[in-house]
């Protein structure tokens, strides 16, 4: 029998809704939320209602963190999640954070030794790698002879595209000083990575690129094992009110080459994703679900000489897989260690950041300019 883990929830808005709440339900053996913390009364009210059992609400994550019947946090709002994480493991509870963990490689390497030291679960919504098909792309990666070239591409439309039919409640009763707040320490943590760059660029870190890029840099860094050198930058939009189309290109040791492509593409007819793989021998293509969708997976295509190989998908989607491996990490004691990895990642996106800026005559300084 496995052991029920309690939670609370932090952040209750579309992703939550969407995906982990309802696979949290499903996986009523292994969870059962006991609070929930949403800077939204209303909506703390509204989500406490549709959960069995008393569930205690604040509109202070603090107090879901200090909860005694709490014994581990999933960290759903919205932005970078340092602060809360930070809170969380200091108050005793494992964390599962969604992704970004946070803006500077020195809160990485600070979260991670916290987790370490206090003997605590820090896992990150990485969730692309908790894949089911992930098994069979690596076996296929080993078949496809010497790999010349990765690639990574989203096609992302706007926001109402992506969350389809997909329902969600919203109250406007939010306390709009802590929204300030949680900017405000965002704002120092931008500074603390690039520098004192324009307020555009520091928009482009946090809302682009470590909210979104993210997906494309941890899932190479996961399936290939390391990132490659960072070789070229590009960004284009047709208007500045728009965000950008952003081309990266690397290089690994073995010389194989990466582009990750994330275009915004606003009334495309939906949201794509997609990673492949060409080797000397034959290609790879996986095919990632948009995110908002519940049930997904990805699938997988192998060509290889004389055969197309199709495999479906597995039958549980990432998100699901991933709320498992995180119930596992904490009853078996075997840590992830995604803090090292949003290390790694955010280093190399600072440094995507700094290449297009000097693109526009900008230096970076901070982490960026130091690392240089
Ligand atoms: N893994 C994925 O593919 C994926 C997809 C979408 C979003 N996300 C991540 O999930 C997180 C939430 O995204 P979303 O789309 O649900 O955003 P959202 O804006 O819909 O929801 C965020 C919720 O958090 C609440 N909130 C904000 N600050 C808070 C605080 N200090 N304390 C308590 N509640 C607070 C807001 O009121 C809101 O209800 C983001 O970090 C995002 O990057 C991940």
Redesign the pocket.
Known sequence: MSRRISLGV????????I?HLPNLARLDDLFSVKAV????PS?NEAIADRLPGEVFTS???RDVCSHPDVEAVLL??????EQ?TDGALRAGKHVFS???LCLTVEGAERLHTLASKRGLALQV????LHEEVLAELRDALEKVGDLRLFRHTVYHPEDSVCLGPAE?I?FDD?DHG??SE?AAFEQKRTVEALGDLPAEWGRLYREVVA??FV?CVSFIRGVVGSLPRLTSADMWRPSPSEPPCILARGVYPDHSRVEMTWLWLPSYPAYRESFEAHGTQGSVQLRFPN??MRDRTASLTVNTKDTVARHPGGKQSA?VRELRHFHRAITTGEHPDDALGAREDTAWMQDLVAALARGHGLRAAGEAGRRR
């Open positions: 932090i952040g209750l808005g579309s992703i939550a809704q995906q913390a949403d800077i939204s909506l509109t202070d994550w759903l709002t919205s932005g970078a999640h809360l969604e992704k970004p919504g990485y969730m692309k969600t919203r939010i802590i929204i949680a909210a979104s997906h995110p908002y998100f």
